[in-house]
């Protein structure tokens, strides 16, 4: 099965809080079901400029200068047109991509930090106003200066239209230009957020306004209309134009004009990068073992026998998990449920569950050992609770211990070893997930087994995924997978948290939910959640986080089952070298040489 990157489809595309705000759609992981079908592409190649050393020929570039990567398209482009819903590579929301747009600053993943872009700073003026000053030096590919009106331009697309980055004018109330160089973001006086206006900067990519208000004319400002424009050749502040693409591959160049080289110093190393289109992640995974890719975002099994033979193959971890987490998918009880609806059945069942198997045959080691908390385990996120105030919640694998805490409740097994409490029989319940998510799949083969040497009866169903998204926004389930609010960005963790426990908003079982599936309430959480965006003291903030830390392992509404990277960067250095890896001092992320802070990778590789 090939697994899917999160900007493989517009579903996942939208991988951050973005979706969950929305109100439109849930957010499913990247997973290893099949890519949503493309059909073939029935345009005509971008426009190109000569290759060097090719013959004449666009469709070889010289190895040497020709980064190439793998697991970000499956299936041939249709278009590179940015709010189509699937452009092809790399044009990308969600991801923080910066090769052709770039954003206004860029997220590092290791310490959750922005780093100026197009933007060199930003500050708030006062509680309500965020002020932006850009770099006066950024262009746009066809020469022409990034100013101001662009970002203005940018934001308000997504208020005249419904596209990827609306949702956040739920909570931004005006965007103007402060002279040619810098912007004023104003919040919505009824419903401020600071996190998720500080996410739209390193997340929205800027477009220029010049192009786009054309684009708009001809479509005659109909947004069907537009989304239908291929836009073949986009016009960027990044490196990279576009270059060639067919049904096989995917090649942008560096624009030797790029603006860039003021903040880096020089232009990118890799004149070319190419994506080619493979099959699937066999044919993925052999060409990149082969050398014939240097960058892997694609689900490798036991990625560890690739460089059992000295084969130059690296994780940015060196040992295992070898993936930095970003991600925590979980299981969503309906507690409306009978039986589910005992805090003390969830927490047996929680201890339970096997989460070093799961780790083992379901992520291929890929996942840390399970701390459970409304954070990762990492130092962006950590950092926000007070570790040793929660560490006698919370919970670790011990079956005894479960079976011990359902004696004590009461929950005696029946003649089929099943216990029943109360007069309720625990299970059988259904634990669901799309059918063909193969890791997921796994994972919930295991909690079922896990629970039944507790007495509790659950069957795994794995329906397509239309069905279960609609099963878990209308709450028509016992038990479900989902990953909540799963990105790397400012608004994190608080994104997680409210899409695990906030109850404002979220209608009955049987209506459409989009964050809170398990419908939990508790008006002191909401409090809290609707109070961390508006506050800035690190203490404060860290006293708001434990608090609902605590109550969210002690309701337990939720279970992670694993860990999992953002994005999965694997490299082989037997063309390009000098990758980031942990420990080399660089703070480069493992962002796949491209997204957020990783673009910073393509100016330290090197022959």
Known sequence: MKILSRGSTKVLAIASVVALLAGCQTTPPPSTSSPAKQEPAKQEPAKQEPAANTGGNAMETPRNETLYITGLQWGAPTNFNLISGNPGFPINYGNSRELIYETLFMINQLDGKLEPLLGTKYAWTDNMTLRIELNKDAKWSDGKPFTADDVVYTYKLAQKYEINWSSYWTYIEDVVADGANAVNIKLNKSNPNKLTVLESIELIPMLPKHIWEELEKKANNDLATIRKEIHANPVGTGPYKMYFYNDQKITVIRDDNYWGKSLFGKLPAPKYITHVVYKDNAAGDLAFKNGQADVSQQFTPQVWNMWKNGAPIKTYLKEAPYYVPGSMPSIFFNLSKKGLDNADVRRAIAMAIDYKKISDLAMSGYSAAMQPSLTLNTPAESKYVD????????????????????????????????????????????????????????????????????????????????????????????IIMNTPAGSVSPSQPWSRARAIMYSKGVPAIGEMAFWNWGRYKNERADQIIDQIPTVSDEAELKALYTELTKMWLTDIPSIPLMYRPWVFHTVNETVWKGFPVEGDGSNIPPQIAMDGAGVKALYQIHN
């Open 387 to 478: 570790q040793d105030a929660i560490k006698s919640l919370q919970w670790t694998t011990d079956v005894a211990a479960a079976n011990a805490l359902l004696d004590k409740i009461g929950a005696k097994k029946g003649s089929d070893g099943i216990r029943v409490l109360n007069g309720t029989r625990l299970g059988p319940w259904e634990i669901e997930c799309p059918y063909g998510w193969s890791d997921w799949n796994a994972a919930l083969e295991i909690v079922a087994q896990s629970a039944k040497a507790i007495g509790v009866e659950i069957r795994t169903k794995f329906p397509e995924a239309p069905v279960w998204t609609n099963d878990l926004q209308t709450g028509k389930f016992d």
